[in-house]
Structure formats: C-alpha cells, structure tokens
C-alpha cells in the first residue's frame, strides 16, 4: 500500500531552518510528483509547491519563493522540503502528498498524504 | 491568488443532505474541471474524495458527489453519517503563477 511517511516534530528559533522529510513506499517514487502543503494551527490548507521525483523539477508558490526548497533523493525515495528564515507565522503542520495520477494523466488533486510534521517556531 | 471561498459551517441530521459550496473565478474553478475536495478529521491527514469535479476515487462512498455550474462548485454528502462529522476543502487547479488554490474550508456537523 502507498505510504508517505514524514519525519517527525521539530521546533526552531526565529531566523533559522527547517528540514522535513518524506519517505515514499509501496510504489514508484519516480512516477509520481511529491507536493508540500501547510496548515497553520486551526487554519485551512495552503500549497506551496512540488517536486517531480524523476527529474528533480520543483514548482514554488509566489508566497514561498526564495525561501523554500524542495528536493529528492531517489536512492532513498524521499522528498524533502526546506523552510528558511523562520517566523513565528510559519508553525504550522506540513504535509506531504502524492499527486493523483495514472499512466502519464494528472488529475491535479493530491490522493495519498503524510501524516504532517508540527513545526513550531519559537524563541 | 485568493482562497476559493467556502462556508465556515453547514450541517445536517443523520440520514439528510447537506451541500456544500466552493466559489471561485473564472481563473480557477471557472476555467478548469480540476476541482477536488478533501475531508478532514481532527488531527488528521486530509483525504481525497472528489477529484475533477465529479469523479470518487475508489473506496469512497457514493453518498458524496461533486458538481460545478459557472464559478462555483459543490459538494454533497447524503445519507449523513456520524463519521462525516469534519472539514470539508476544496481545491482547484488554476492559471495564476500558484497552480493549485484550496478553499477556506467548511466544518461540517452531524446533529
């Protein structure tokens, strides 16, 4: 079964960075874009951005550009997304999702998701 | 690139309908049928249930069903269940430089 599996909580201070994987199985890592999306706490859903595992292709949201960097390692099927410059508007949760699509169609919609990674900024 | 505008709340009693509306532009939900909708429980994952406008992926009940007329789509869940109880977002693709909008989000609640 598909799985996305992320990395786990992490807390940071104003100014720095964050790293969060995720860990694809149960399919081919390649064949399948990889998008990140926040939620802040109690808020809605907001995407920032993919990355084409195949050929390392990323796609930012105007909002996240210049601070935001998305990338893959295929030998371990994982992607990651990179935050900087960390405010305290950024704790959120962050999730992974796999877009929905079949054999060369995208359905532009994310079927298969991570649990989230919680990351608080904090001083 | 605004959100797709969504009601903060509907709800219904078991065994009812309740709708749900996802207004957008003619620049996203006017424009494309890439309209999806997921639910959301309470400390979970999103999970898709409609994806271009209409279509169930597989395992989803058919007493949810999509439709879009004009800028607005919609989601209807029938048969209310208890375990429909949560958020309801829908999500479109579009031609401004941030590809993919969500809506503001709907707290659906079973009576």
């Known amino acids: 079964q598909v799985q996305l599996v992320q990395s786990g909580a992490q807390v940071e201070k104003p100014g720095a960075s964050v790293k969060v994987s995720c860990k694809a199985s149960?399919?081919?890592?390649?064949?399948?874009?990889i998008h990140w999306v926040r939620q802040a706490p109690g808020q809605g859903l907001e995407w920032m951005g993919w990355?084409?595992?195949?050929?390392?292709?990323?796609h930012y949201a105007q909002k996240f550009q210049g601070r935001v960097t998305m990338t893959r390692d295929t030998s371990i099927s994982t992607a990651y997304m990179e935050l900087r410059g960390l405010v305290s508007d950024d704790t959120a949760v962050f999730y992974c999702?796999?877009?929905?699509?079949?054999?060369?169609?995208?359905?532009?919609?994310?079927?298969?998701w991570g649990l989230g990674t919680l990351v608080t900024v904090s001083s | 690139q605004s959100a797709l505008t969504q009601p903060p709340s509907a709800s219904g009693s078991p065994g009812q309908s309740v709708t749900i509306s996802c207004t957008g532009t003619?620049?996203?939900?006017?424009?494309?049928?890439?309209v999806s909708w997921y639910q959301q429980h309470p400390g979970k994952a999103p999970k898709l249930m409609i994806y271009?406008?209409?279509k169930r992926p597989s395992g989803v009940p058919d007493r949810f069903s999509g439709s879009k007329s004009g800028n607005t789509a919609s989601l209807t869940v029938s048969g209310l269940q208890a375990e429909d109880e949560a958020d309801y977002y829908c999500?479109?693709?579009?031609?401004?430089?941030?590809?993919?909008?969500f809506g503001t989000g709907t707290k659906v609640t079973v009576l």
């Open positions: 999702a796999r877009e929905h699509s079949d054999s060369g169609t995208y359905y532009k919609s994310f079927d298969h």
């Open positions: 149960g399919y081919t890592f390649t064949d399948y874009y």
């Open positions: 990355v084409n595992p195949n050929s390392g292709d990323t």
């Open positions: 003619s620049s996203d939900v006017g424009a494309y049928n890439y």
């Open positions: 271009e406008v209409t």
């Open positions: 999500s479109s693709f579009t031609d401004d430089k941030n590809p993919y909008v």
